[in-house]
């Protein structure tokens, strides 16, 4: 019995810490905060029926972040590609807080990122972002090591192309870059 | 637009979930994390919390019934 009461309370442990990363991986996933909760809540509901298979010790976060995954992929399955289809919400969604140093650069990321492909986008948020490796995001992902990595090459280009950043910079572009990008837009 | 006077300190702020090595820290894998830890300190949301409890009720409910003697 006590074994049974050590597990469920462990297990209740692991979970809530990996919540936060766990939501912040459906909202960068799905680009809006309401489809991230309902996705966390699947995810939630789901590990938790199952928490008898799942192995104490071993990575709680992965074995979350897959369940979520499987999840997001099902209902973009059954509602087509609505997920990815809206754009125009986050801006209304995001918090932002008044000293959020940056915080309109974030809202055109988000919106930069739910451009991607799906798979390019889990990719980099997997591995850049929720501090999995590659070994980890590609069992995550089910592919292998090469096409994580490839992935996220692609997403990162992309993500340059959008935001019209360069790899160096930190925050937006070199002002001479930034004119250079207004011009062949405008011409 | 506002320049950030330390362009170092994003990148000691965010000091959870470390990419490989090999991942260039570039522009935007230094701006995926700021998102993502902003949205991971934004902390759990109380719908989520509720969730937890019903299901935590739910359990001992369940439990309660499978061994009324213990």
């Given at each position: 019995m006590a074994d049974a009461e050590n597990h469920q309370l462990e297990f209740k442990r692991e979970l809530l810490k990996t919540l936060p990363s766990l939501r912040a991986f459906a909202i960068s996933l799905t680009g809006t905060y309401d489809k991230a909760d309902d996705l966390v809540q699947e995810a939630v509901v789901r590990a938790w029926s199952r928490q008898d298979s799942f192995e104490l010790g071993t990575n709680m976060k992965a074995w979350l972040f897959t369940i979520l995954r499987n999840e997001f992929y099902s209902q973009m399955r059954k509602r087509g590609r609505e997920i990815s289809d809206a754009e125009g919400t986050y801006t209304e969604q995001m918090s932002v807080h008044p000293?959020?140093?940056?915080a309109l650069d974030m809202k055109d990321f988000l919106e930069a990122l739910n451009k991607l492909a799906e798979d390019q986008r889990e990719a980099i948020i997997l591995v850049?972002?929720?501090?999995?490796s590659y070994e980890e995001a590609a069992n995550i992902c089910g592919c292998a090591v090469g096409t994580i990595k490839s992935r996220i090459n692609r997403a990162r280009g992309r993500l340059q192309e959008l935001l019209g950043i360069d790899g160096e910079s930190d925050y937006g572009p070199e002002p001479h870059i930034a004119a250079v990008l207004r011009h062949t837009v405008s011409v | 637009m506002m320049n950030n006077p330390n362009s170092e300190n994003p990148k000691k702020r965010l000091n959870g979930g470390l990419p490989p090595a090999d991942v260039v820290q570039d522009g935007i894998a230094l701006r995926l994390r700021e998102l993502y830890s902003n949205i991971e300190n934004e902390g759990i949301p109380d719908n989520l919390l509720h969730l937890l409890e019903k299901l935590d009720e739910a359990e001992r409910a369940q439990t309660a019934k499978q061994s009324p003697e213990v």
């Open positions: 000293n959020q140093i940056g850049c972002a929720s501090g999995f | -």
